[in-house]
Nanobody, 123 residues
Framework: QVQLVESGGGLVQAGGSLRLSCADSGRTFSNYAMGWFRQAPGKELELVAA????????YYADSGKGRFTISRDNAKNTLYLQMNSLKPEDTAVYRCAAGRLVSRLRIGQGDYWGQGTQVTVSS
């Protein structure tokens, strides 16, 4: 069983940085591809970044390329998202997700989802 809990969100000024974490309390974290998604008010859920089970391959939405970095520590059952040079348009609820196949995860078909953490970027 995968149980995901996000943390690290908050209020930050434009140009600032945040590091999100997603911890899995289960024991099968390394079996899954992992991803970060976000949803702004009135908008659809969108992929931010994803990574394969061992972190060997990463994928980024154009909106975050060059600013966001996804990483994972399988020994700690934790996924991270380092976000730099934040913009007001990055304001959203950020959720992590786990999926057996990264190809399906990238299109939003995750098997397990966290509840989310709010990120607010002020101008």
């Amino acid at each position: 069983q995968v149980q995901l809990v996000e943390s690290g969100g908050g209020l930050v000024q434009a140009g600032g940085s945040l590091r999100l974490s997603c911890a899995d309390s289960g024991r099968t974290f390394s079996n899954y591809a992992m991803g970060w998604f976000r949803q702004a008010p009135g908008k659809e859920l969108e992929l931010v970044a994803a990574t394969t089970w061992n972190g060997g391959t990463t994928y980024y939405a154009d909106s975050g390329k060059g600013r966001f970095t996804i990483s994972r520590d399988n020994a700690k059952n934790t996924l991270y998202l380092q976000m730099n040079s934040l913009k007001p348009e990055d304001t959203a609820v950020y959720r992590c997700a786990a999926g057996r196949l990264v190809s399906r995860l990238r299109i939003g078909q995750g098997d397990y989802w966290g509840q989310g953490t709010q990120v607010t970027v002020s101008s």
